[in-house]
């Protein structure tokens, strides 16, 4: 089987893309044949033996829509899709334009008396004798005619698409808005045929009659407000080919190669597999492959979405796009080209999106009932007539009632208007959605998918435990800053602004020395200090043994502990994490208490991902996901029968946002992520997920409502229009009370769609943790009205070294109510922070127990 892309043109709605798909799976040798209508787009697999490009492009040529075969490179692909989408947009925007610059003077001339009665003005004189009375009625209809010509003219594409797919048999909203704008054009034509009959043989009660029933201001508007709507749609489009893009400029254009014994310039294009390669500090790696030489950090970001640098040496992997940030490194390509992990998720996210069928309209599956059933109804009612013997005009004119009671207009405004509604009510609280196929879905949703690192975490680490063995804490922390101020390691800054926000100083330290992947050496105050890992520590003969257990918790609480020893002695550690957000575990809890199962994906290792997991309450946490495997996940998800949604951040996630039913990035995430989902969270905030699952719940009850009313005019005004009361009760629906019920269904619509303003959206934080974030950058400690805060200094005598320190520490930290402990070991003293009032005996007995004695 080969697999194929094309590119389709021609398509407008669901039905479109269903035709298409039906007509080229009749043909043999088809299969996984899959059109998108969002990209424009169809894949498919087929056996070449018995079909071949041409053939299917033929297939979809006589479906009436046009098709070609997709780019091989990236580049052309991008090219393919984004130009053309582009140029629609363009293309649909000026239309728009035009078409209200004759659109509203028809409306003024159609309903001019009405505009000035309702400002409580007599109508101009000028306006009176040109346009009012029986004697201007050729001119009042046929100004209205020719100004209405090029309204229609400039919409053609719905009476083309619209009659052609009602010929063939397949008929969708282009047939409903062509049908009802042509109906009502022919009207007041025929109108104006009846007014000219009538000024000639001076009937002048028939012309005005006639002159008070044009519909050639409705024609225009109905294709003009669906315009509206196709504007948006393909504005939407336009921004598909966008995140391909942005991955593409993640590889660099060119690479330093060694070849001959010489260092040269080539392009990425002509690398080959065993090509060596030197890469510089602040240059992308163009290819995957091994460290030959040197050493330096990596910023793989770009891939796994984690903030920390990688340390690589000789014999480790290194990966393309990714970003050299110290030393530099000599490596062997062992993957170029299509065949880089960069390629492969420009390719994952490329087939990810033409993959993802999106969600057939229910207005456009009605629509295949009912255009039929109505021009059948029409063609009957009036052929009944004449059999009963009325005029040809009497039978003609019920006809024209049944078609134009029965336009399309509000049911074409029922989804769009509640989309436009619901989407700018997102955006006003900073929920982006980028399409009403996404805001469709949403609503069906019964799994959500969260990456860690930048979506459930803050995306950098902050320090969470300082514990100083032989020091104060402020000396303590003053030497780790001084130490940690020449590193880039992000750790290296979470300790700097810990030591910023507590208002301490670096120490000045001499003769720095960055130990790339384990630590620091410097000279403080004519020692010689150092800072880093457990290993490191280790290798300087650093004794550490005594405190494994507190590093093996710090481990276990998914925190990175960094050690800071003068000599071979250990200062102390200070711990860092990447923190989650201050509204992750209520944003969860709300999410679960919704009925949604809600799944952390990380590509983290197991023992953080699962402090993470334990802490917030998730059931179920999948760890050490690498990026084409994050999309395997959600495409298991799915064939389980759930409907996905995916809330990333990073590239790493792109892939996985575009297989995704929905994919929601944060705001504050990468580019790529953010082009690729269907939603942005602007405000980096979980409770941005259950607004906008909400918020689709409500559109798509608005849109049933919308569609409730758009029919139940046609339910009820198509029986009076087909006459079906003249013969007992003498009344018989004119074709402007018909017109008069088809602006009325229009008017519910809208106002029902306009109540989704009052729509609120889930809180943003708890009020509380509102206040944190405000305390925390006012640079003061947070207290709930509810709370007593109480700090008391307590004198110890027997602390003897840091053991006992850390003894004492220990035993206060566990009492009930006890929020901090700072024990000075040179000082002898403890302070002990507690949010209820702790008496001194119950101090003395804890120091007591401990094996200490608490002074008076």
Known sequence: MKKERFIITGMTCSACSARVEKAVTRLPGTAEVSVNLLTNSMQLAYDETALDSAKIIEAVEQAGYGASVKGKTMETTRQSETAPLAKEAAAMKQRLGWSLVFLLPVMFIAMHPMFFGWLGLSVPVLLREVFAGPENAITFSFSQFLLLLPIMYLNRKYYQNGFRNLWHGAPNMDSLVGMGSMAAALFGVFAVFRMGWGLGHGDWALVAEYSRNLYFESAGMIVTLITVGKFLEARAKGKTGEALAKLMELAPEKASVLRGGQEISLPVEELVVGDEIIVRPGERLPADGTVLSGQTSIDESALTGESMPVFKAPGDKVTAATLNKTGAIHFRADKVGENTAISQIIRLVDEASASKAPMARLADRIAGIFVPVVIFIALVAGGVWLALGESVEFAFSIAISILVISCPCALGLATPVAIMVGTGKGAENGILIKSG?????????????????????????????????????????????????????????????????????????????????????????????????????????????????????????????????????????????????????????????????????????????????????????????????????????????????????????????????????????????????????????????????????????????NLFWAFIYNVIGIPLAAGLLYPAFGIKLSPMIGAAAMSLSSVCVVMNALRLRSFTTAKAAPAEMNADRQAKEDGQATVRKDEKIMQKELKIEGMMCAHCQKHVKDALSKMAGVTAVEVNLEAGTAMVTADREISQSEFAQVITEAGYELME
């Not at 590093?551 to 000599?567: D, E, M, N, V």
């Open 437 to 705: 196929e996404a805001l469709e879905i949403a609503q069906a949703v019964d799994t959500v998918v969260l990456d860690k690192t930048g979506t459930i975490t803050e995306g950098r680490p902050e320090v969470t435990d300082l514990l100083a063995l032989s020091l104060p804490e402020e000396e303590f922390l003053a030497l780790a800053a001084g130490l940690e101020q020449g590193s880039e390691h992000p750790l290296a800054e979470a300790v700097m602004a810990y030591a910023k926000a507590r208002g301490v100083n670096p120490l000045i330290v001499n003769d720095f020395q960055a130990v790339p992947g384990l630590g620091i050496k410097a000279e403080v105050q004519g020692d010689v200090c150092l800072a880093g890992s457990e290993a490191f520590m280790r290798e300087q003969g650093v004794a550490i043994a005594d405190y494994g257990q507190e590093l093996k918790q710090l481990a276990i609480a998914g925190k990175t502990p960094l050690l800071f020893a003068k000599g071979k002695k250990l200062l102390g550690i200070i711990a860092a994490a990447d923190k989650e957000k201050e509204s992750s575990a209520e944003a969860i809890n709300e999410l679960t208490a919704m009925g949604l199962e809600v799944i952390m994906l990380t590509g983290d290792n197991e023992r953080t991902a699962e402090a993470v997991r334990s802490r917030l309450g998730i059931t179920r946490a999948i760890a050490g996901v690498l990026p084409a495997a994050k999309e395997a996940q959600i495409a298991a998800l799915q064939a389980k029968g759930h409907k996905v949604a995916m809330i990333g951040d990073g590239i790493n996630d792109a892939p996985a946002l575009a297989r995704a039913d929905i994919g929601m990035a944060i705001g504050a995430g990468t580019d790529v992520a953010i082009e690729s989902a269907d939603a942005v969270l602007v405000r980096s905030n979980l409770w941005d997920v259950v607004s906008a699952i909400k918020l689709s719940q409500a559109v798509i009850r608005n849109i049933k409502e």
